[in-house]
């Protein structure tokens, strides 16, 4: 089995920071891509920002300039590094990941439980 567990959701102040973190555990023998994507109430869910395992990143245009993704390969984990945050960017956030749980098998896309991000203006 694999699971991706994300915290670090909270409450805060409009301009306020959180940093969100994601950890992926189980049968797991590598991890390409990393993401976050936010569902807002009543709106579609979103992409927010992806990670590849070199380090590549991309940003929805939201969030650029104001939100960070980056990755811990040993710890098999990605974190969202979230300033400047704005009432807009309440919604529920997710995290995913590719996974290879055995060497020669097919990758498969994991999403976690999610972890609410409230800012309050």
């Known amino acids: 089995q694999v699971q991706l567990v994300e915290s670090g959701g909270d409450l805060v102040q409009a301009g306020g920071s959180l940093r969100l973190s994601c950890a992926a555990s189980?049968?797991?023998?590598?991890?390409?891509?990393m993401g976050w994507h936010r569902q807002a109430p009543g709106k579609q869910r979103e992409l927010v920002a992806t990670?590849?395992?070199?380090?590549?990143?991309l940003y929805a245009d939201s969030v650029k300039g104001r939100f960070t993704i980056s990755r811990d390969n040993a710890k098999n984990t990605v974190y969202l590094q979230m300033n400047s945050l704005e009432p807009w960017d309440t919604a529920v956030y997710y995290c995913?990941?590719?996974?290879?749980?055995?060497?020669?098998?097919?990758?498969?896309?994991?999403w976690g439980q999610g972890t609410q991000v409230t800012v309050s203006s």
């Open positions: 990670i590849t395992r070199s380090g590549s990143t």
């Open positions: 189980g049968i797991i023998f590598s991890i390409y891509g």
């Open positions: 995913t990941a590719e996974i290879q749980k055995y060497y020669g098998a097919n990758m498969r896309n994991y």
